[in-house]
Structure formats: structure tokens, C-alpha cells
């Protein structure tokens, strides 16, 4: 047994004498815990094990580190803000940071996005902004409207909100009929027409009027608001057509439907802008974020609020509550300063022009895989990729997870899969060697596995 007299620095750097008492996350425990994967530190665009191999990061931890890892800026802001004040109650008092921090999210935002309810996590950001959308209607004398729509394949995280509208069936197939009268818009993978498009493909635009569909089904008035991932990320990766997303836009105009943007991995540079709404040229309603917030250095999520939803709340009687909804840790102190000192990084080394500047090599590497054995569609936008496998007859998934571990074990490259789905979101950092990198032992853990 460790003793309590272990340094932390110690305990931090070394392999556990047990693996028993923590219930990991997403993980297939028992298989992990005979073979397990320990990342101890992290600078820059690599991670190092815990018998200290660097690791290349393609996935940005967890498409979180945009900036890279341990980025001096953020490191010394958390460091002082935890010296300066740990933790404040959030509810009838208030600290300065989350009120600056609120303002530099808007003035990065969609010109009509200007007020930010901050949360702890993308799942809580999701959960908020269904409860927003709620409140928003029945303010306006429109109780009526209660249904969301959501799509299949989506994540919008594991609230009991965010499993309602999201639509992976291995998520959701464990906890009973969650909230009732939510429905699905098709996802837009078609690899029939689609696979190994460069960039966004071509043909689906037309599946926006499912919307129309479920419309005609459950009348506009029973619908509170459409949520969608612009690229959906956990689902291995699926990108809209030209023109998909305006339309979902116009059908919402149309029947008083509120918009939502989960953009928890496509915000802050991911696809060339602040946010994918930019880069899509369709601003929702209202738009949830997450992970590269605070560049993944501490929890934060936080949903940006359009000004119509926004003063429809204000405009109750005074000294009302405006929205019953808050956690402990919302606007936290070290969250809030950590977010602060991501955006200065982000804005002093022009992150967010990275996936422009390097997205056309980035999809020619990626390309250059078509052809490798099992290898049936490669996506990419931004600085994203995905690169599908063929999934096995008897055992779905078991390919994708495969490589994984090989680029792991033996390639030391963090890849993310979902499925037979090669995800890659590496830190805006990244340069062109390390783009040839990845490519290169994806390449070869890919043939290696067959
Ligand atoms: N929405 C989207 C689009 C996500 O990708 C994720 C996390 N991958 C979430 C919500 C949930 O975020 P969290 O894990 O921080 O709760």
C-alpha cells in the first residue's frame, strides 16, 4: 500500500498499487485494468506514459487542448487564481472573472449570442440549454412547446437531457424510456454517395426536411427546439452537406422552433473560426461548449444565449428569479480563469486560423490513406479527421479498437476510436511533421492489423 506520506509529485508519476476502487468512465474496465494505459505529463503536442514514452496527441486529450498541453499562460493563471480566491458561492454573489470571461465569449460569438450561463461540463451545457429553451416558450405563453428533436448518432453527453436527444443507442439502452415525446432527424453519413469526399460532402443537404416531416407529425407547436452537433464527433465523425444546416435554420424560422448548436467539440478553432457557426454561416439560437473552453485545463461548459431568449427572461416581474437553474461549481473561479487564459493564448498565437492554414495538408495526408486494407471512407474539416473501418462480421468495433491500441503500444500516437471510427482532433499546434506522423503510423498500425 501507498502510504499517506507519498508525495503527491510521487503518486502522480507512478503506476497504482491498485486499480480496483476507481469505476472508470466509458471504459471497458475489466479489459483496461489488465493492460492499462497511464498518461502521468503533458507539454505541448505530446503526453508521456508512465514508463515515459512520449505520445503524440491526436486527439487533443479528448478534443479538449486546442492550444496543446501545460501552456504556461494557463498554468500560472490557475495557479494564481487558486492562491487568490479557490471558491466563491456562485447563487446571490459574484466574482469579477465570470463577468469578463462572459464578455470576451460574446464578443468572439455570432454577433446576436451575447449572454453565456456557464456549467461544469458539455453534458450540463446540453441539460441547461433544453432547460433555457423550456423556460424561454412558457415565458412567452407557449408551455405547450415540450419536445425536442434531436438526430441519430448524435451526443449531446450523458444527462438524462442530453441521452433524450442524443441518439447512440449503446448510451441510452440501460436507462428506461427517458424524457418523453423527443424524436430524430436522420443523421447525414452515406457513405453511398459520400465516402472519401475531401472536406464536406456533397449530398445530404436534402435530409434538413426531415424536419418538415417530424413538423407534420407532431405540430410545430408541441416543439421546443432542434439541437444538433454541426459535426457530430462522438458518432465517429459526421460532417453536414453544403447548405444542411441553413436549411434547418429556415425550417425553425418558419414554425417558432429554437436552433441549438451543441458545439462542445467544434468551438474554439476546431473548424477555422471561434466557432462552427461562423465557419457555416448559420447563427442558432443558442449554442452549448464545453472542453476547449478552458483548453481542458479545468471543467467548464457554459451554453451562449441569444439576446430574444435572453430579454424574454429579463423581462419578468421584478426581483422574480429569471431561470431556477444553477450548479455549486458554475462560474468557478480557477474555470473562469483558466478560460480566460486559453483565449489570450488562442488570440496571441492565432489558433484559430491553424485549421485554415493547414486544413488542405491535413486532408491530403489524411487521403493519402485511401487504398490501405479495411479502409472504407476518410472525413476531414478543420482539423478534424476520421478514417473508417470495415467493421468485422462477428465483432463491430473491435477493429477500430485495435488500432487504437496499437498506435498507442506500439506507434505511441493517441488516436480516439468510437466504433470502427479512427477519430483524430490533434491540438491547433500542430505542425506539418507531426501531420506525417500521425498519417504515418496510422498507416502502419492499420496494415499491421489487417
Ligand atoms: N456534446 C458533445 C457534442 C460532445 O462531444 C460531448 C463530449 N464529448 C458532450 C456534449 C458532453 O460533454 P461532457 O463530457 O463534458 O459532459
Same mark, same amino acid.
Given at each position: 500500500? /501507498?502510504?499517506?506520506?507519498?508525495?503527491?509529485?510521487? #503518486?502522480?508519476?507512478?503506476?497504482?498499487?491498485?486499480? =480496483?476502487?476507481?469505476?472508470?468512465?466509458?471504459? /471497458?474496465?475489466?479489459?483496461? &485494468?489488465?493492460?492499462?494505459?497511464?498518461?502521468?505529463?503533458?507539454?505541448?503536442?505530446?503526453?508521456?506514459?508512465?514508463?515515459? %514514452?512520449?505520445?503524440?496527441?491526436?486527439?487533443?486529450?479528448?478534443w *479538449?487542448?486546442?492550444?496543446?498541453?501545460?501552456?504556461?499562460?494557463?498554468?500560472?493563471?490557475?495557479?494564481?487564481?487558486?492562491?487568490? #480566491?479557490?471558491?466563491?458561492?456562485?447563487?446571490?454573489?459574484?466574482?469579477?472573472?465570470?463577468?469578463?470571461?462572459?464578455?470576451?465569449?460574446?464578443?468572439?460569438?455570432?454577433?446576436?449570442?451575447?449572454?453565456?450561463?456557464?456549467?461544469?461540463?458539455g453534458?450540463?451545457?446540453v441539460?441547461?440549454?433544453?432547460?433555457?429553451?423550456?423556460?424561454?416558450?412558457?415565458?412567452?405563453?407557449?408551455?405547450?412547446?415540450?419536445?425536442?428533436?434531436g438526430r =441519430?448518432k448524435a451526443y449531446h453527453g450523458?444527462?438524462?437531457?442530453g441521452?433524450?436527444i442524443g441518439g447512440?443507442?449503446?448510451?441510452?439502452?440501460?436507462?428506461?424510456?427517458?424524457?418523453?415525446?423527443?424524436?430524430?432527424l436522420?443523421h447525414t453519413?452515406?457513405?453511398?454517395?459520400?465516402?472519401?469526399?475531401?472536406?464536406?460532402?456533397?449530398?445530404?443537404?436534402?435530409?434538413?426536411?426531415?424536419? =418538415?416531416?417530424?413538423?407534420?407529425?407532431?405540430?410545430?407547436?408541441?416543439?421546443?427546439?432542434v439541437f444538433v452537433e454541426p459535426i457530430a464527433g462522438s458518432a465517429?465523425v459526421i460532417l453536414p452537406?453544403?447548405?444542411?444546416l441553413?436549411?434547418? %435554420?429556415?425550417?425553425?424560422?418558419?414554425?417558432?422552433?429554437?436552433?441549438v448548436f451543441d458545439e462542445v467539440i467544434t468551438g474554439?478553432?476546431r473548424v477555422?473560426?471561434?466557432?462552427a457557426?461562423?465557419?457555416?454561416?448559420? +447563427?442558432p439560437?443558442?449554442l452549448t461548449m464545453? &472542453?476547449?473552453?478552458?483548453?481542458?485545463?479545468?471543467?467548464?461548459?457554459?451554453?451562449?444565449?441569444?439576446?430574444?431568449?435572453?430579454?424574454?427572461?429579463?423581462?419578468?416581474?421584478?426581483?422574480?428569479?429569471? !431561470?431556477?437553474?444553477?450548479?455549486?461549481?458554475?462560474?468557478?473561479?480557477?474555470?473562469?480563469?483558466?478560460? !480566460?487564459?486559453?483565449?489570450?493564448?488562442?488570440?496571441?498565437?492565432?489558433?484559430?486560423? %491553424?485549421?485554415?492554414?493547414?486544413?488542405?495538408?491535413?486532408? +491530403?495526408?489524411?487521403?493519402?490513406?485511401?487504398?490501405?486494407?479495411?479502409?472504407?471512407?476518410? %472525413?476531414?474539416?478543420?482539423?478534424i479527421?476520421?478514417?473508417?473501418? /470495415?467493421?468485422? &462480421?462477428?465483432?463491430?468495433?473491435?477493429?477500430?479498437?485495435?488500432?487504437?491500441?496499437? *498506435?498507442?503500444?506500439?506507434?505511441?500516437?493517441?488516436?480516439?476510436? +468510437?466504433?470502427?471510427?479512427?477519430? #483524430?482532433?490533434?491540438?491547433?499546434?500542430?505542425?506539418?511533421?507531426?501531420?506525417?506522423?500521425?498519417?504515418?503510423? #496510422?498507416?502502419?498500425?492499420?496494415?499491421?492489423?489487417?
Open positions: 500500500m /501507498a502510504s499517506v506520506q507519498t508525495p503527491l509529485s510521487t #503518486l502522480s508519476r507512478q503506476r497504482p498499487d491498485s486499480l =480496483e476502487a476507481f469505476w472508470m468512465p466509458f471504459t /471497458a474496465n475489466r479489459q483496461f &485494468k489488465a493492460a492499462p494505459r497511464l498518461l502521468v505529463r503533458a507539454e505541448g503536442m505530446y503526453y508521456h506514459d508512465v514508463d515515459d %514514452r512520449p505520445i503524440l496527441d491526436g486527439a487533443a486529450g479528448l *479538449c487542448c486546442n492550444a496543446g498541453h501545460a501552456r504556461p499562460r494557463i498554468v500560472q493563471a490557475i495557479q494564481e487564481q487558486a492562491a487568490q #480566491l479557490d471558491f466563491a458561492p456562485p447563487f446571490q454573489m459574484g466574482t469579477p472573472l465570470p463577468f469578463v470571461l462572459a464578455q470576451r465569449l460574446a464578443a468572439l460569438a455570432p454577433a446576436s449570442l451575447n449572454h453565456v450561463f456557464f456549467t461544469n461540463s453534458s450540463e451545457a441539460d441547461s440549454a433544453m432547460k433555457i429553451a423550456l423556460g424561454y416558450h412558457r415565458l412567452r405563453g407557449e408551455g405547450q412547446r415540450t419536445r425536442f428533436i =441519430e450523458v444527462g438524462f437531457g441521452l433524450s447512440l443507442p449503446n448510451n441510452r439502452k440501460a436507462f428506461g424510456p427517458l424524457l418523453a415525446g423527443s424524436d430524430f436522420r453519413l452515406d457513405l453511398s454517395r459520400n465516402a472519401f469526399s475531401p472536406g464536406l460532402p456533397r449530398h445530404g443537404a436534402e435530409l434538413a426536411e426531415d424536419l =418538415e416531416r417530424l413538423i407534420a407529425l407532431h405540430d410545430a407547436s408541441t416543439i421546443a427546439a465517429g452537406a453544403p447548405g444542411y441553413q436549411r434547418l %435554420r429556415e425550417i425553425c424560422d418558419q414554425h417558432g422552433i429554437l436552433l474554439f478553432g477555422g473560426n471561434a466557432f457557426a461562423q465557419r457555416f454561416g448559420v +447563427t439560437d443558442l464545453a &472542453k476547449g473552453l478552458t483548453n481542458g485545463a479545468v471543467p467548464m461548459g457554459a451554453v451562449l444565449v441569444s439576446d430574444a431568449i435572453h430579454s424574454a427572461y429579463m423581462q419578468g416581474p421584478p426581483g422574480a428569479i429569471e !431561470l431556477f437553474h444553477g450548479y455549486t461549481y458554475s462560474a468557478h473561479p480557477l474555470a473562469c480563469a483558466a478560460a !480566460l487564459a486559453a483565449l489570450d493564448t488562442y488570440a496571441a498565437e492565432g489558433l484559430f486560423d %491553424r485549421a485554415i492554414e493547414l486544413g488542405e495538408y491535413w486532408q +491530403t495526408r489524411l487521403h493519402s490513406l485511401r487504398g490501405l486494407p479495411n479502409v472504407i471512407d476518410i %472525413r476531414n474539416f478543420g482539423l479527421g476520421a478514417i473508417e473501418l /470495415a467493421a468485422r &462480421k462477428d465483432a463491430p468495433g473491435s477493429r477500430g479498437y485495435e488500432v487504437f491500441e496499437r *498506435c498507442f503500444r506500439d506507434g505511441q500516437l493517441l488516436v480516439r476510436c +468510437t466504433g470502427d471510427v479512427i477519430a #483524430l482532433s490533434p491540438p491547433l499546434i500542430i505542425d506539418t511533421d507531426q501531420i506525417d506522423r500521425i498519417v504515418d503510423v #496510422l498507416g502502419e498500425m492499420i496494415r499491421a492489423t489487417g
